[in-house]
């Protein structure tokens, strides 16, 4: 009897051991960044995916084909990810994190200007987003301006130090004192600071080179596109004091500026913080659907990711994924991809062509010519640029 029972219980703990280890592990894995064996460490990007409880099976099976095709190490949601009316946005939460679920791709995410407009503060959204799993979103310092000021650490492929580092930023909704979209706050610059300099401090003193995103693009940005400068506002661009004609200098960036950019008019110095600490080597964003271009501000890349979003207002030609490629053996540089939803539909095997809403095979061939005519046209006409009258 007793030895039966020291049987037993010997069973037990093997049974508990081969059961629990295994969770700690999956739990370690889901929340660690770590770049591949291969040195490589890749981060795709949803834009304005702004649907509701019933996503369009086309941005569904975009998600999916471009999660399937080039397995990211991390995905990043770029704000108004769901639009639902109220407590339906937990629905709708669901659906746009389940291609990331089903792959197992962790993911994180921020806020953009619409999300918390449906009824649900962005504090419980955040909340439905913490029950999936893989989800590594989280609200670092609550008292901040905004919900969800976030970084995430990125290991080197041997595990021995911090390699690169992420800042996920919320940029807020729209203000009566930004007078339209709003902007990124002074205590949130501060903790930007503050951690980059706690990172930097655990590096040997060397800042951890890093990128950051946000739904709204920082006001520089019409510097950055050499927009027309004038004297006096005859629209609303004018941005931190400057007019501004929305016409760019088309040498001044690659892919498209289909709208003009829509920052806030306030510029609350995050472009000076990132300039001033020396981490970031680049910044993304979504909001301005249609846009999908990168240029550079004093040697820090600005790109706008179009959406992924077949719900919203956008562009067939360059609707798609935004991807970026890190290689852990030179981070002072960096790959970017603007993946068309067009070649996911052509791609063989792909389910776009066969969902509701879907364009025809054709309309797709004819987007991807249009996208290489268009292309080619703006390196035609790079080097023409118009004459700015500003400060
Ligand atoms: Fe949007």
Same mark, same amino acid.
């Given at each position: 009897?007793?030895?039966?029972?020291?049987?037993?219980?010997?069973?037990?703990?093997?049974?508990?051991?081969?059961?629990?280890?295994?969770?700690?592990?999956?739990?370690?894995?889901?929340?660690?960044?770590?770049?591949?064996?291969?040195?490589?460490?890749?981060?795709?990007?949803?834009?304005?995916?702004?649907?509701?409880?019933?996503?369009?099976?086309?941005?569904?099976?975009?998600?999916?084909?471009?999660?399937?095709?080039?397995?990211?190490?991390?995905?990043?949601?770029?704000?108004?990810?769901?639009?639902?009316?109220?407590?339906?946005?937990?629905?709708?939460?669901?659906?746009?994190?389940?291609?990331?679920?089903?792959?197992?791709?962790?993911?994180?995410?921020?806020?953009?200007?619409?999300?918390?407009?449906?009824?649900?503060?962005?504090?419980?959204?955040?909340?439905?987003?913490?029950?999936?799993?893989?989800?590594?979103?989280?609200?670092?310092?609550?008292?901040?301006?905004?919900?969800?000021?976030?970084?995430?650490?990125?290991?080197?492929?041997?595990?021995?130090?911090?390699?690169?580092?992420?800042?996920?930023?919320?940029?807020?909704?729209?203000?009566?004192?930004?007078?339209?979209?709003?902007?990124?706050?002074?205590?949130?610059?501060?903790?930007?600071?503050?951690?980059?300099?706690?990172?930097?401090?655990?590096?040997?003193?060397?800042?951890?080179?890093?990128?950051?995103?946000?739904?709204?693009? $920082? %006001?520089? +940005?019409?510097?950055?596109?050499?927009?027309?400068? @004038?004297?006096? &506002?005859? *629209?609303?661009? !004018?941005? =931190?004091?400057?007019?501004?004609?929305?016409?760019?200098?088309?040498?001044?960036?690659?892919?498209?500026?289909?709208?003009?950019?829509?920052?806030?008019?306030?510029?609350?110095?995050?472009?000076?913080?990132?300039?001033?600490?020396?981490?970031?080597?680049?910044?993304?964003?979504?909001?301005?659907?249609?846009?999908?271009?990168?240029?550079?501000?004093?040697?820090?890349?600005?790109?706008? $990711? %179009?959406? +992924?979003?077949?719900?919203?207002?956008?562009?067939? @030609?360059?609707? &798609?994924? *935004?991807?970026? !490629?890190? =290689?852990?053996?030179?981070?002072?540089?960096?790959?970017?991809?603007?993946?068309?939803?067009?070649?996911?539909?052509?791609?063989?095997?792909?389910?776009?062509?066969?969902?509701?809403?879907?364009?025809?095979?054709?309309?797709?061939?004819?987007?991807?010519?249009?996208?290489?005519?268009?292309?080619?046209?703006?390196?035609?006409?790079?080097?023409?640029?118009?004459?700015?009258?500003?400060?």
């Amino acid at each position: 009897m007793k030895f039966t029972k020291k049987v037993l219980a010997i069973v037990m703990a093997v049974l508990m051991v081969s059961f629990i280890l295994p969770v700690f592990a999956s739990a370690e894995a889901d929340t660690t960044l770590q770049f591949g064996e291969d040195g490589k460490f890749q981060i795709m990007m949803f834009a304005d995916s702004q649907d509701d409880e019933e996503l369009e099976e086309t941005t569904t099976q975009l998600m999916r084909k471009a999660l399937a095709t080039y397995k990211p190490d991390l995905v990043i949601y770029m704000g108004d990810n769901s639009v639902a009316p109220g407590e339906k946005q937990a629905d709708a939460i669901a659906a746009i994190v389940a291609p990331c679920v089903e792959a197992e791709v962790p993911f994180t995410l921020v806020f953009g200007n619409h999300d918390q407009e449906q009824g649900v503060s962005n504090d419980d959204l955040l909340k439905e987003y913490q029950k999936y799993p893989g989800c590594l979103a989280v609200d670092a310092i609550p008292e901040l301006y905004g919900c969800g000021n976030h970084n995430l650490t990125i290991l080197s492929s041997d595990g021995a130090k911090v390699a690169f580092n992420l800042w996920l930023v919320d940029s807020g909704t729209s203000t009566e004192e930004a007078g339209g979209y709003d902007y990124v706050r002074e205590d949130q610059i501060q903790w930007y600071k503050d951690t980059a300099a706690e990172l930097a401090a655990a590096n040997g003193g060397e800042v951890v080179p890093a990128m950051s995103f946000q739904h709204i693009i $920082v %006001p520089e +940005v019409y510097d950055a596109l050499g927009m027309m400068k @004038i004297p006096v &506002g005859i *629209g609303e661009w !004018t941005f =931190d004091g400057q007019a501004y004609l929305p016409i760019p200098n088309f040498g001044s960036y690659t892919g498209y500026v289909f709208e003009p950019p829509c920052p806030s008019h306030i510029n609350g110095g995050q472009m000076d913080a990132w300039l001033e600490t020396g981490d970031v080597m680049a910044t993304f964003y979504g909001h301005d659907h249609v846009n999908d271009f990168t240029t550079s501000y004093k040697g820090i890349d600005i790109t706008t $990711v %179009p959406t +992924v979003g077949c719900n919203s207002y956008s562009n067939d @030609i360059n609707r &798609g994924v *935004g991807l970026i !490629t890190l =290689d852990e053996s030179d981070l002072t540089t960096y790959e970017y991809e603007a993946l068309r939803m067009y070649d996911f539909a052509l791609a063989e095997g792909s389910k776009i062509l066969e969902c509701e809403g879907a364009l025809s095979k054709i309309s797709y061939q004819f987007n991807k010519f249009i996208d290489g005519f268009l292309t080619k046209l703006h390196e035609l006409v790079s080097g023409f640029s118009l004459p700015t009258f500003g400060k």
